[in-house]
């Protein structure tokens, strides 16, 4: 009975496989067909330019108007005037005019002023620092004040002078 058993087994799984058998194996699909699909006709479109005639063409017109120039404030330079120490005599190996009146010091720049114009102290820095070892590198003179510049060895110093009224003042800046 064990052989009919196992035999009956194997019967029903042989016949189980063949009909799954069938459901696996692909199956060939039909050959394609040909269709015919219609193409609409070409359209045609038109494209339109827009050219301006002589009765409507754009020219620019300009119409100048002033415009009024901001007035610049004037710098307030009452500091440079404001000093109420005694001049020194020199200062950083620079001469300090022997008229100055007051001066002050501070860090790498010393002030002073003096009853004078600009054109004598311009040239009295132009005629003396050449004597302390100074050479004149650049010079500058606007309307509100005059600019030198010297060198000697590694170290440049500038000369400020401005006037106001009467008074000049005098900065001499080392750098």
């Known amino acids: 009975m064990k052989h009919s058993f196992g035999l009956l087994?194997?019967?029903?799984?042989?016949l189980l496989l063949n009909a799954c058998g069938s459901l696996l194996t692909p199956s060939a699909s039909p050959a394609p067909t040909s269709t015919k699909?219609?193409?609409?006709?070409?359209t045609a479109t038109a494209t339109f330019t827009i050219t301006p005639s002589p009765t409507n063409t754009f020219t620019p017109t300009f119409t100048p108007t002033q415009t009024p120039v901001p007035v610049s404030p004037t710098p307030n330079l009452n500091f440079l005037f404001d000093f109420s120490e005694k001049a020194l005599p020199f200062w950083n190996d620079m001469p300090v005019m022997p008229q100055a009146i007051a001066g002050d010091e501070k860090i790498g720049v010393y002030y002073y002023y003096l009853v004078a114009s600009r054109d004598v102290v311009r040239q009295y820095y132009l005629q003396q620092m050449p004597f302390w070892g100074?050479?004149?590198?650049?010079?500058e003179a606007r309307p509100n004040g005059d600019m030198l510049i010297f060198i000697k060895s590694h170290v440049t110093v500038t000369v400020g002078i401005v006037a106001r009224g009467d008074l000049v003042s005098v900065m001499l800046v080392n750098s």
């Open 9 to 14: 087994a194997a019967v029903c799984m042989g």
């Open 37 to 42: 699909t219609s193409v609409p006709p070409l």
């Open 134 to 139: 100074w050479q004149l590198f650049a010079s």
